[in-house]
């Protein structure tokens, strides 16, 4: 490539940029497309480059905006033209994200007192993840999200038969939490209970109950959809 035209690959990719810039400022990403928004991120991280053909080759490998963020950073070192800064730098705005929601919904005090409203806060969490995670809501009487709210119990390699009513209740009076719901992601999977999965909730449901402590729900999600406990019937208590 000569130096003419690589100065007017430059110009181009300049103006390409400041154009994306001036459009979210006025609006936020009202009206972007998931490859504009991969480009306004690229840019902050892949100075005086293109970053178009990067950011529709990400999509094209991980299928949307949420699949890139939740992508391995090897799995983004792949693509040509990312690098290795820029796959750290979406690492650090998805848990910037993720924190920032988090924080929010401790300080708005997020009421999740029905299935709907459960499932779409487990989506948000786990419903992309690659690798299976098992996490706690600890809640008040009127099942706001308490503070420091959400434990992770295991990640990667979930063995039920680790995990110990008594341990999860004493992280719940610790807190002083009224309910507790529990949920847990299949990332290659359906949103189906297994039968360890079956066991495990009657157990903790079960010890909950004798300490008068709410087991509100247990949620499965997955890609394609999520399963409650409470809403099949298979949670009596």
Avoid at 22 to 32: A, K, M, Q, T, Y
Wanted: some cysteine.
């Amino acid at each position: 490539m000569s130096t003419e035209t690589l100065e007017k690959n430059i110009h181009s990719g300049a103006g390409h940029r400041s154009r994306l810039r001036e459009r979210f400022e006025r609006s936020g990403f009202l009206g972007f497309a998931d490859h504009e928004v991969l480009e306004l991120l690229l840019t902050l991280c892949i100075p005086r480059r293109d970053v178009k053909q990067p950011a529709k080759k990400l999509l094209a490998r991980f299928g949307s905006l949420r699949g890139v963020l939740n992508a391995p950073l090897e799995s983004l070192r792949e693509i040509e033209g990312i690098g290795s800064v820029a796959p750290v730098a979406l690492r650090i705005i998805r848990e910037a994200s993720t924190l920032y929601l988090q924080q929010s919904a401790e300080e708005e005090e997020s009421v999740l007192n029905s299935v709907h409203k459960l499932i779409d806060f487990w989506q948000a969490r786990l419903g992309d993840l690659k690798h299976e995670v098992f996490e706690i809501a600890y809640l008040d009487h009127q099942y706001r999200l308490l503070k420091n709210g959400v434990e992770r119990i295991q990640e990667g390699d979930v063995d039920r038969t680790i995990i110990y009513p008594r341990q999860v209740l004493a992280a719940a009076l610790k807190r002083s939490a009224a309910a507790m719901v529990i949920a847990h992601n299949h990332p290659t999977g359906k949103a189906e209970p297994s039968q360890e999965d079956c066991i495990l909730t009657e157990k903790l449901a079960q010890a909950a109950e004798g300490l008068d402590i709410r087991f509100v729900d247990h949620l499965i999600v997955a890609q394609g959809g999520a399963f409650s406990f409470r809403r099949s019937g298979l949670l009596k208590r």
